[in-house]
């Protein structure tokens, strides 16, 4: 398994209809955005949060931050309905860290990863930076999550995420 400090944001696959994110433009919810608030910690400490301040498009992202040094974490939303092709899309931001990873994870059934797909990954300080990838889904997988990952002593952000057939 791959070691780093991970943002994730996560999706869980269901058999048919269209595959979505929940609150991909993060304007529902408080102090984090409705739908994302699954965390991950690797190293260190992290938190997420709704960026009403910096965003790609308003009113808000989702920023996750290390605290105090450097962490490595991810937070995670489900991506109902995710079998066989989509593509995902999306806005990421980076400041500080070593590095910033956009991902797919795919388990089966008893929560086995089986499937891996970067989306977007830096190793730098970007400002808002399109990402948009096809993904096949393997049949094994069961649960999809979107991971924003992060490594180091920084902050990263998503915004406008979308997934479609």
């Not at 938190?47 to 920023?63: C, I, K, M, Q």
């Not at 956009?102 to 190793?123: C, I, N, P, S």
Request: proline share 4%; glycine share 8%.
């Amino acid at each position: 398994m791959r070691r780093f400090l991970s943002l994730t944001l996560c999706a869980a696959a269901a058999c048919a209809g269209e595959p979505a994110i929940p609150n991909g433009s993060m304007t529902e919810g408080g102090d984090t955005p409705t739908g994302w608030s699954e965390t991950y910690t690797m190293k260190g400490r992290v938190v997420v949060a709704r960026d009403t301040e910096v965003f790609a498009s308003a009113p808000a992202s989702l920023r996750l931050e290390s605290l105090a040094g450097e962490a490595v974490g991810n937070v995670n939303a489900f991506i109902s309905d995710a079998s066989g092709t989509f593509t995902v899309s999306g806005k990421v931001r980076s400041q500080g860290l070593k590095r910033t990873v956009v991902a797919m994870m795919g388990f089966d059934q008893t929560w086995q990863m089986k499937q891996w797909v970067d989306l977007y990954e830096t190793k730098a300080d970007v400002d808002w930076t399109s990402f948009s990838k096809p993904v096949s889904i393997d049949p094994a997988v069961k649960h999809v999550k979107l991971c924003l990952m992060i490594e180091g002593d920084g902050k990263a952000w998503i915004d406008d995420v979308e997934v479609k057939r």
